[in-house]
């Protein structure tokens, strides 16, 4: 197979759709431009993603969770499940990638292969898989679990339902079903594979019972930012999302990442970076920095308390005296989400912060980077991109005529210098991307067996 | 709650989708009409929803399993999940019902329980649940188990993991959201409910993290005609998908279950009998009973060999001598489709049968009851329907042309004589099929508190 024609580097361009909600944005559902019910409404969601695809964006990508109480932040409590949500968009869209969150925690691995497969198939070869290792705890008893898994389980189980998912992915060879009216020969047998898998997380005979897509197999994505995440990703990720606050930051994890890619035997090529943004356009930078200003500060505390106890197990740090210093919690988070949950507590204890003051440095931190006109939000784009910190950008969609403006207004300045694509290169993610196919692994075998001869 | 108001009883219609084959029909991917992909094709499952829907059938219907080997027939070995391929449906289509296989033995009800909602979300409420204990015992080794479940298993999971959907479904009562922009209060948090359930096979917490839809709950199926899969259809099927050879057959099933039903207090009218059939339509009568002849006739023995092994558990016969008496085949298929298994070897004792008498009279049992002229399928489907014998079909959509002579020429006849609707009452499955909506668990409860008090 000869490698793809080299051609210069474009930024990638993912869209996170939220219905009702984002991070640090609990109120958007108030917002006059958004249904009440988005979060459950597949016409609000095949309308972002059509706006989307308009823009030649290469992915819409759906969170996910499975726990809620009362208390929950409304994107939280009434949701569509990602991957049904992205089947219907399949059909309603023809040429963006449709990348849905799905947790190597609590589903089976044939299950979720067969339905990503499926996703990949309807969608003529767009499915992605963000692989996650579930960080509320709660989920577990939603799936008849006392505890929920510890951390080295929840990122061994995922790392070992990848590589079973791609196994059984490549169930048939590409040629497999040769469909002979003529001779009534409808498969060739000796071009399907079982698995036979016995792990330590899993055990999978298979065969997968449905084929490859015009993609070969779904593209890979992750989240999340421990040690562990960080290795699962130079592992298996072809895209990776993640956060940065400054160029900095950005450039030194997507240095760390691709390194580790590297020494994987990997080409860091194939790993794409994307931070996830919310880049706030106004006609002037005073008016953007103004209008970012307002909306952080017009934020609700109560609801920003609430948010901020998400990586401590949902903690309910309401209970706490605000302006006291930052209470002892323990290891408090150690089975949520551990690394984040330690920032923060290193960052209290390293400041010698009161609880007001940490809540507030990391309201701080979720600042977007990218304030200003849409020239100024063009070039900082084009700053980070070209220094390596990003291959692509998730931008987080919820008010249409906000997402317009980054769409209609910065868009076309990056297009123009080169930047961005004008036209989709292909049909499906993988080539968007500029991922490589992965070839059959029984069709690479069989090849090799055949030059040893 | 008023009741609704009593129309005549109409005759409800179901569309089988089978892409590459069916029943008995190994070989309708080679027919000119159907392209050999076509269990793959999402465009092919479309064009035959709206075929259906144009015709004002109630639902479509997708069957499904998922264990293979290369000896399968075309139909198993490569095909769309059943719930991916169904929201794809969704959203290229208004009116008619969607219902998909999934079994209760392979399937968290956490995550089933949320797909289905969201499907019922997406289609404005038309989603169905054909519930199925998994008779394939290979599929274990899919999911991690050496050995399958029993029987007693299978269906002790089957009933609770459908009560525990049920309370998921109740997450919510429908007023649960103010979403009142002016105040910010999105949730009322009385009325979201936990679950708490902790049964024998299953422990769910909840609260299920979706709101319900227009019909309320997606609507129960269930096929499986064993004592235990009989019961769980009284208990909670509102739609039961049988086989029935003779009109005294289909009178005495359909009595038996909803006997059944009342038994258990239900209203056995809530309870509707669809068999599957494939009709046979030609200008006459002696034409029609001549095609569906030759095809009987013209199918590949071995292949009609392989599909008899699978109430068996997919056991070879083609070691036996056809022509000596049915083997001794022990308890082979206690763990698979066991019912059907014991009616065969009942069946070959009884007549004294060979294997391949046995086999052919199998498959005569298998011929279709409705064969003939547009008239005459007519008149049969009436008289089945007036005798109680059903109360929808079940048709096998294969080759386009041939479905269409039902829709286009059988249809017609009863829908003159208003056996058949002259266009939807809703726009819900429930609706069309004239079940009620159920009310929240939750909503009733506290109702009845009131009145108590």
Redesign the interface.
């Known amino acids: 197979m000869a490698p793809p024609t080299r051609r210069s580097r474009q930024l990638k361009l993912g869209a996170v759709l939220m219905g009702?909600g984002g991070p640090g944005q609990h109120?958007t559902?108030?917002h006059p431009e958004i249904p009440?019910?988005a979060s459950?409404d597949?016409r609000w969601y095949?309308a972002r993603a059509q706006q989307a695809e308009a823009a030649l964006f290469d992915l819409v990508f759906i969170v996910d969770?499975?726990?809620?109480t009362?208390?929950s932040p409304?994107h939280?409590?009434?949701?569509?499940?990602p991957?049904?949500?992205l089947?219907?968009l399949?059909?309603?869209t023809t040429h963006i990638g449709l990348v849905g969150t799905l947790t190597a925690s609590?589903?089976?691995p044939?299950?979720l292969a067969?339905?990503l497969?499926?996703?990949d198939?309807?969608s003529g070869g767009r499915a992605g898989w963000n692989v996650v290792a579930t960080g509320d705890g709660?989920t577990a008893?939603?799936?008849?679990l006392d505890e929920h898994y510890d951390y080295a389980t929840r990122y061994g189980r995922a790392l070992e339902h990848v590589r079973v998912a791609q196994g059984l992915w490549d169930s048939?060879e590409d040629d497999a079903?040769p469909?002979d009216?003529g001779t009534?020969v409808?498969?060739d047998?000796?071009k399907?594979h079982r698995l036979d898998h016995r792990g330590e997380h899993?055990?999978?005979?298979?065969?997968l019972?449905?084929?490859r897509s015009a993609q070969g197999q779904p593209v890979i994505f992750q989240a999340g930012d421990s040690e562990e995440g960080r290795d699962l990703g130079a592992a298996v990720g072809e895209g990776i999302f993640t956060h940065a606050a400054t160029v900095e930051q950005g450039v030194a994890f997507a240095r760390d990442v691709k390194a580790r890619a590297a020494a994987k035997g990997r080409d860091p090529d194939h790993v794409l970076i994307f931070p996830g943004v919310s880049p706030v356009i106004a006609d002037t930078d005073e008016e953007a920095r103004d209008r970012e200003e307002a909306a952080r500060l017009g934020k609700?505390f109560a609801k920003t308390l609430a948010q901020f106890g998400r990586p401590f197990g949902w903690h309910d740090f309401s209970r706490y005296d605000l302006d006291a210093p930052f209470p002892e919690l323990g290891d408090l988070g150690a089975t949520s989400f551990r690394t984040r949950a330690e920032q923060i507590k290193a960052l209290a204890r390293e400041n010698g912060y009161t609880l007001r003051q940490t809540v507030e440095h990391v309201t701080r931190e979720q600042r977007s980077p990218f304030v200003g006109s849409p020239r100024t939000v063009a070039d900082e784009i084009q700053r980070w991109f070209q220094a390596g910190a990003l291959d692509g950008l998730n931008i987080t969609v919820t008010v249409p005529s906000e997402f317009a403006r980054f769409t209609d207004e910065v868009l076309p300045i990056l297009r123009e210098r080169g930047v961005v694509r004008s036209a989709y290169e292909s049909t499906t993610l993988r080539g968007n991307l500029g991922l490589p196919v992965p070839r059959n692994r029984h069709t690479a075998a069989r090849d090799a067996e055949l030059v040893a001869r």
Not at 141 to 144: E, I, L, R, S, V
Not at 202 to 207: N, T
């Open positions: 009702v109120d559902w108030r009440g019910d459950i597949i095949a969770s499975q726990f809620i009362p208390h409304p939280y409590l009434n949701r569509l499940e991957l049904t949500l089947s219907a399949a059909v309603q609590y589903n089976s044939f299950n067969r339905r497969a499926s996703l198939l309807i709660g008893g939603n799936y008849g048939y079903f469909r009216r009534g409808f498969l047998p000796a399907q899993f055990s999978v005979v298979g065969p019972n449905i084929s609700d």
